[in-house]
C-alpha cells in the first residue's frame, strides 16, 4: 500500500511540474555571474598599460594543480626578468584561482567572462597574446576582477 502510496504522489508532483510555467533563461539575456566567480585567464598591466606586471617568477606554474600553465622568461641585461611564453590550457585548467592567489603582483586573474568557447582542442590554449588581449578587455570595460 505504502509503494501505491508514493508511486501516486510521484505522479502527481510530475503532473504539477509538468503544467507550470517553465523558467528558462534565452541565451542573449543571461544572469550576470556571481562576484566570485571564476572565468578565463587575463594577463594584466600596469595603468598607463605599457608595461606588463608579470615578472616572470614562475610561481603560478609551479602551483597549479592540473599543469596547465606553462611559461618561460628570460632576463634582461640590467637583471630584470621578462616574460617570453605564457600559455594556459583552458582544457586542463579547473578554475581553482591558485594561480590569482600565488602571483606576486597580481598579474594574472581570472576574468568575470563566462562565455569562451573552443571549437577544438587547440583552440583551448590561450597563448601569451590571446591573455593579454582577455587583459586588455578586462581593464578597458571596468570589469576586472579585485583582489579578495
Known sequence: MKGLFALLKGLWMTGVQFFSKTETIQYPEAVPPATRWR?????????????????????VARVCPAQAISMEGREKEDGDKVLERFDVDLGRCVYCGFCEEVCPVEAIRL????DYV??????????????????????????????I
Do not use: A, Y
Open 39 to 59: 572565468g578565463v585567464h587575463g594577463l594584466f598591466f600596469t595603468q598607463d598599460v605599457k608595461e606588463e606586471l608579470c615578472v616572470s617568477c614562475c610561481l
Open 118 to 147: 573552443g571549437r577544438d582542442r587547440s583552440s583551448l590554449v590561450l597563448h601569451k597574446e590571446d591573455l593579454v588581449e582577455i587583459g586588455r578587455i578586462s581593464m578597458n570595460t571596468g570589469s576586472k576582477k579585485e583582489s
Open 111 to 114: 576574468t568575470p567572462s563566462w
